[in-house]
């Protein structure tokens, strides 16, 4: 089984300053990773994802993560956040065996101040 | 990205009634969609998973009877909440893939039910 862990439910930040979104993953088999983003009252939007390859992963709105496989982390950064990114990012796992539904964290905050 | 679509994205309800939720992938077929269900400020908890053209498979704890799902075609996959009442008000959110192995999760902006 899988689990993912996102070290913290709120992170709050000032305008353009950077952040980090922390994720850490269990798993005793492969796994393809994803970050998503969700507005308040919608649904959620692939920012990025890791299935193979380079470790480090461009994703839309400026974001992008680094896959360690040694620590089993997914952090996403972004160094110049927006108002606009004011919402809830989840990060996901997905076992690399077929199409079976994604293990999610519980979920950050990021509010942006400005 | 692919793009799945839910209909209705807001849905009042009296109590006792069933309503009816539809998830569609519009550019892509989906042998397998998946319904989740999101209370306030936490995560996305799965309810089941809906196959084309067989049984859905419910999580431990989802009641079948109250949650019907039909997957009648290859882009189609309906979640109908019978008999609903105030405590199932929440947001649903049905997820499909084009398929093969890892492939991406594309989401539905979600149906808001709440029952009076």
């Known amino acids: 089984a899988q689990s993912v862990t996102q070290l913290d439910s709120q992170v709050p930040v000032f305008e353009e300053a950077p952040v980090e979104l922390r994720c850490n993953y269990s798993?005793?088999?492969?796994?393809?990773l994803f970050w998503y983003v969700q507005y308040p009252n919608q649904g959620l939007q692939l920012l990025l994802k890791?299935?193979?390859?380079?470790?480090l992963v461009k994703g839309i709105n400026g974001f992008e993560a680094e896959f360690n496989k040694s620590q089993t982390s997914f952090h996403l950064r972004k160094p110049s956040v927006h108002i606009s990114d004011t919402a809830e990012y989840f990060c996901?796992?997905?076992?690399?065996?077929?199409?079976?539904?994604?293990?999610f964290g519980k979920g950050t905050r990021l509010s942006v101040i400005a | 990205g692919a793009v799945v679509s839910q209909h209705p994205s807001r849905v009042i309800c009296k109590s006792g009634t069933s309503v009816k939720i539809e998830c569609r992938s519009l550019?892509?077929?989906?042998?397998?969609m998946f319904w989740y269900r999101q209370f306030p400020k936490q995560s996305l908890m799965l309810m089941a998973t809906?196959?084309?053209?067989?049984?859905?498979?419910?999580e431990q704890g989802v009641e079948k009877d109250k949650f019907l799902i039909n997957h009648a075609s290859l882009t189609l996959s309906t979640l109908t909440v019978t008999s609903a009442h105030p405590e199932d008000s929440s947001f649903y959110i049905c997820?499909?893939?084009?398929?093969?192995?890892?492939?991406?999760?594309?989401f539905g902006p979600g149906t808001r039910l709440l029952v009076l």
């Open positions: 997820s499909a893939g084009p398929g093969g192995r890892g492939e991406t999760q594309y």
């Open positions: 798993s005793s088999v492969s796994v393809y």
């Open positions: 890791y299935l193979s390859g380079s470790t």
């Open positions: 996901a796992v997905n076992p690399a065996s077929g199409n079976t539904p994604l293990v």
């Open positions: 550019d892509f077929q989906a042998t397998t």
């Open positions: 809906s196959n084309e053209g067989s049984k859905a498979t419910y």
